[in-house]
T-cell receptor
Framework: NAGVMQNPRHLVRRRGQEARLRCSPM?????VYWYRQLPEEGLKFMVY????????ESGMPKERFSAEFPKEGPSILRIQQVVRGDSAAYFC????????????FGPGTRLLVL | QQPVQSPQAVILREGEDAVINCSSS?????VHWYRQKHGEAPVFLMI?????EQKGHEKISASFNEKKQQSSLYLTASQLSYSGTYFC??????????FGKGTRLHILP
């Protein structure tokens, strides 16, 4: 049973470009969460999605950031016009049901903005 | 609303015990514990639900005091493989999980 998959694992972008991060949840999981982690810091909640719905995006910046989880395909975290401060590790997690059930993390995407 | 973890860091010798604490200012329904090694994804350790239930996994166990809104993670006879950063995550019944800043554990041989 494959775990949570994320790609790419590493992404380098120049300031002003767009970054697209993908997350495929574990089989049977319909809830996806995105977290951002800066070096030597904790996991900061960004957004919680179910299929075709954004449930909670309170941790996501209002500008430049968007997320989706379409009926078919992976969840996408999109960062437009990246800035150096966006450099971080972005982790996706999934759970079979509501957030109180165990969340399993993917390997993360490490974004570097030059 | 971010839970507070203590200590921030701890250094132990192999075989010693450790306790990591997690406290919240709001009523909790669940506490989730994860361990993360440098450059890797957080790995699930255990989840504790409202009810004060203590759980265990080999030499790692945890307690949840819902009255005090606290949880503690107990590492017994620590092994080198226990090194890493431990995160607690807390949440209400249908709320997102909010993680603490982590406790760095370093085990010396």
């Amino acid at each position: 049973n494959a775990g949570v998959m994320q790609n790419p694992r590493h992404l380098v972008r120049r300031r002003g470009q767009e970054a697209r991060l993908r997350c495929s949840p574990m089989k049977g999981h319909s809830h996806v969460y995105w977290y951002r982690q800066l070096p030597e810091e904790g996991l900061k909640f960004m957004v919680y999605l179910q299929k075709e719905n954004i449930i909670d995006e309170s941790g996501m910046p209002k500008e430049r950031f968007s997320a989706e989880f379409p009926k078919e395909g992976p969840s996408i975290l999109r960062i437009q016009q990246v800035v150096r401060g966006d450099s971080a590790a972005y982790f996706c997690a999934s759970s079979p049901g509501r957030p109180q059930e165990t969340q399993y993390f993917g390997p993360g995407t490490r974004l570097l903005v030059l | 609303q971010q839970p507070v973890q203590s200590p921030q860091a701890v250094i132990l010798r192999e075989g010693e015990d450790a306790v990591i604490n997690c406290s919240s200012s709001k009523a909790l329904y669940s506490v989730h514990w994860y361990r993360q090694k440098h450059g890797e994804a957080p790995v699930f350790l255990m989840i504790l639900l409202k009810g004060g239930e203590q759980k265990g996994h080999e030499k790692i166990s945890a307690s949840f005091n819902e009255k005090k809104q606290q949880s503690s993670l107990y590492l017994t006879a620590s092994q080198l493989s226990y090194s890493g950063t431990y995160f607690c995550g807390t949440g209400g019944r249908d709320d997102k999980i909010i993680f603490g800043k982590g406790t760095r554990l370093h085990i010396l041989p």
